[in-house]
């Protein structure tokens, strides 16, 4: 090894930052008692050198190397207490990652060195101390330049109001890993997702926002890649600055960028599904990676009554310490790095209600989250939570804070069970059309807070969900017993793939009740890739290890009833734009009936307002919402603001008939919707009092125009839907 001299540095920033003459080493760590630089040959295969950080200031060892630049190989190791009992796990046998590391170098190759403890005792399990190096079976960090170059001269993020924005939940690799116009060394990378083929569909579509599963480097878990599966979605971060290798072509922190700008350039933002609640690196009997090995008693949260055992809100073996200032810190510092350096729009966090834990439990106040609302980056992007974790009190839908968003799985669940036809689930249908106003409407949140869905990466797909009673998870091989069991889902009539014509018409049905319910309703939609054109996962609801074609979206064999998925999809989002009704900015309220102009009324089938006793009854199944755009205060000057809208949701088995209601200044309807209706729709216009049947289980959009400007604008949309499909 060669020997080496660092000079002092500084400790600030955190992670390897190049200097132009340097390079500054910056690490915390509360509890170490000696920090190891260690340096590696360009593959990583060799340590060529190691020496100590010199110096320690407010819990952090810093140095700096003169002369060194890009591309250098490093890793560090840590030397302290090691006594599980008290929550500390130093091992310098282990190296470890650097976590403000934002470029990886080899693999992860699994093996008894990674464990600090000895794996050979098998009468107490994580017991003993292992000296075993694990370097050659660690991946290293590499140094990198800060400045990196946009792929044109830089544009302005498109910044596309929360009332105009429609997620599209995607993975990078499934989604253009059989795509035939991606180019075949392109296909599953950043690049095939930056590609004209790919932008073309999306904006095609009508969405706005392409929202990654997660992007940062990850661990395949040992007890997959024991099976010969592999970690496909994401969710087992070990770096939050690190691309994942396996989605790059070859180009580097610099492919990932050329991605978001041409994205930006087409109009449509990446928002970053982010995973700061849990590491790879599991619970006592997990490996020693990187944050265990640098400081465990900081970076986790651990039993305080054996700190050798860990707090597991999550699920997944240890759960990341948000009450501690240096950790806050770091996540932070990511999220700034995504935004500044990386230029992505916004996050989901994933089990959310962690990054708002004290000891004391969810508090919406906590640090964390006052600093994402004061943070002059961070307050201006997008922010979703999925708002749930698995401890005590973990679930809190509605409660984040101000100026975030959150997945509402209340809209899923209840969507669902209409569809299916359960009792009882027309009064929960209206709530959240209306934009669950009873988790939301506080603290002046707006109707863009509820996340509307009906799939995610997480359960069926749109198509299995009309096609599977129960999940079919065989090829995980864990026996069909992960994964959710209450789907809510309904078959049609026969499990799985089906040449039953009736039953194929009625799944198709069924999709377009689901999709336009999704679409149609107040709040922020998110699609999950392929659902517009009824892709399957042959009844796998969990399937986050199959990196195969059970998760990879097949373009090339979109059937008939595909394509014509896709063609319905593409209006239903076409309409939401057109349409401002259908996307308020604030709540509705239903109004005083004396009042001529409401924002929200709810109907029978003949044309009355239903009454509070109608929605108590649980054969219910069948009723209206018309909604005008004349009463909804603060949509803005935008076409089309004054239309109104009779949306109807007849879930029974017959069909029933509609008498068209009035309202104030209309004088006729336009049909929009039927999807009863398989063939191609043409816009049929009707007066008031005439009678229209909802065949069973349908869903009708009529609108209406009360003002000369509105319908031209209604004429224009019209003529643009009739050239779709």
Same mark, same amino acid.
């Given at each position: 090894?060669?020997e080496?001299?660092? *000079?002092p540095?500084?400790?600030?920033p ?20 000696r ?9 990583g ?19 700096f190397?003169p ?5 250098? &190989?490093?890793?560090?190791r840590?030397h302290?207490?090691?006594?599980p009992?008290?929550g ?43 000296k ?10 590499? &140094? ?12 302005? @993020? ?20 059989l ?17 004209a ?21 990850f ?14 979605w ?7 600055f ?6 790059l072509?070859g ?17 449509l /933002?990446?928002?970053?599904?982010v995973?700061y609640?849990?590491?790879?690196e599991?619970? /006592? ?10 400081d ?9 009554e ?12 240890n ?6 200032p240096?950790v806050v ?94 009792e009882?689930q ?31 990466h ?8 009309v ?8 090829a995980?091989?864990e026996?069909? #017993? ?14 799985g ?9 009625? #799944? ?6 689901l999709?336009?319910t ?10 999950v ?11 796998n ?16 064999g ?15 989002? @076409? ?26 009324i709810?109907?029978?089938?003949l ?5 509070? /006793? ?8 069948c009723?209206?919402m ?11 000057? *935008? ?8 949306l109807?949701f007849?879930a ?8 068209l209601?009035?309202a ?10 039927d999807?009863?209706?398989? /063939? ?33 604008c209604?004429? *224009? ?9």
């Open positions: 090894m060669r080496l001299r660092l *000079e540095g500084l400790p600030y955190l992670g390897a930052t190049w200097t132009g003459d340097g390079v500054n080493f910056a690490v915390f760590s509360a509890h170490a008692s920090i190891e630089l260690c340096l590696f040959d360009e593959a295969r060799s340590e060529v050198g190691r020496v100590d950080l010199p110096e320690l200031t407010d819990e952090v060892w810093h140095g190397l002369g060194a630049g890009p591309g250098l &190989v490093y890793g560090y840590a302290g207490p090691y006594v009992e008290h500390h796990r130093f091992n310098p046998s282990k190296l470890l990652l650097d976590p403000y590391a934002t470029e990886l170098v080899g693999r992860l190759r699994w093996g008894p060195s990674l464990f600090g403890y000895d794996m050979r005792n098998r009468k107490q399990p994580g017991a003993g101390f292992d075993r190096d694990s370097a050659p079976s660690m991946f290293k960090a590499r &140094v990198t330049a800060p400045g990196l170059a946009p792929v044109a001269p830089p544009r302005p @993020a498109p910044r596309v109001p929360w009332e105009r924005t429609v997620f599209y939940e995607a993975h990078v690799r499934g989604l253009t890993r795509h035939p116009a991606v180019p075949a060394d392109l296909r599953g990378t950043f690049a095939g997702l930056g590609t083929a790919m932008i073309d569909h999306l904006k095609a579509l009508g969405v706005s926002s392409v929202e990654l599963l997660p992007i940062h480097a661990v395949d878990d040992a007890y997959l890649t024991d099976k010969g599966l592999r970690n496909y994401g969710y087992n971060s070990i770096g939050f690190a691309l994942e290798p396996r989605y072509a180009g580097g922190l610099q492919e990932f960028r050329d991605m978001v700008a041409r994205l930006h350039d087409a109009g /933002e990446v928002i970053l599904d995973v609640n849990h590491t790879a599991g619970n /006592e009997l997990g490996p020693t990676l990187s944050f265990k090995g640098l465990n008693a900081s970076y986790y949260r651990l039993n305080p054996d700190r050798r055992y860990y707090i597991n809100d999550t699920g997944t073996g759960t990341v310490n948000q009450s501690h240096r810190q770091l996540i932070l510092d990511s999220l700034r790095y995504w935004v500044q350096q990386m230029e992505v729009d916004g996050f989901r966090f994933d089990l959310a209600t962690i990054l708002g834990r004290e000891d004391g439990g969810y508090d919406p106040g906590c640090g964390f989250l006052d600093a994402c609302r004061q943070d002059p980056v961070l307050n201006r992007v997008k922010l979703i939570a999925e708002p749930w974790d698995c401890g005590p009190g973990g679930y809190q839908p509605g409660n984040f804070p101000p100026g975030w968003a959150e997945w509402n799985d209340g809209f899923r669940d209840t969507v669902r069970a209409f569809w299916r036809g359960d009882a027309s009064a929960g249908l209206a709530t959240r059309l209306a934009g669950s106003a009873d988790r939301f409407n506080h603290r002046g949140r707006r109707p863009w807070a509820s996340v509307n869905f009906i799939t995610a997480d359960g069926f797909t749109l198509h299995d969900l096609s599977y009673n129960d999940k079919h998870n065989e995980n091989g026996d069909n #017993r992960d994964g959710h069991s209450d789907n809510r889902s309904w078959n049609c009539g026969a499990e793939p089906t040449d039953d014509p009736a039953i194929r018409d009625l #799944r198709e049905r069924q999709k377009r009740n999709l336009a999704l679409l149609l309703a107040q709040g922020t939609p998110m699609m890739a392929g659902d517009e054109f009824g892709r399957s996962q042959q009844g609801n969990n399937a986050y290890c199959q990196d195969n074609e059970i998760s990879w979206l097949d373009w090339a979109i059937a008939a009833e595909g394509r014509a998925l896709l063609a319905f999809a593409r209006r239903l989002l @076409a309409i939401r734009q057109a349409l401002p009704v259908l996307r308020p900015a604030r709540f509705a309220t239903g109004g005083d009936p004396a009042q001529e102009l409401r924002d929200v709810w109907l029978d089938p044309g009355n307002e239903l009454q509070p /006793e109608a929605w108590a009854e649980p054969h219910m199944r009723f209206g018309l909604a005008d755009g004349r009463a909804h205060l603060g949509t803005g000057p *935008e076409p089309c603001a004054d239309a109104v809208v009779l109807v007849n029974a088995h017959e069909g029933v008939e509609w008498t209601p009035a104030a200044g209309i004088e006729r309807w336009t049909r929009l919707l999807t009863g209706l398989a /063939e191609r729709e043409r816009y049929p216009m009707f007066t008031i009092g005439d009678n229209y049947t909802a065949g069973g289980r349908s869903l009708l959009l009529f609108v209406a125009a009360p003002a000369s400007d509105t319908a031209e209604l004429a *224009e949309l019209l003529a643009r839907l009739g050239g779709e499909g």
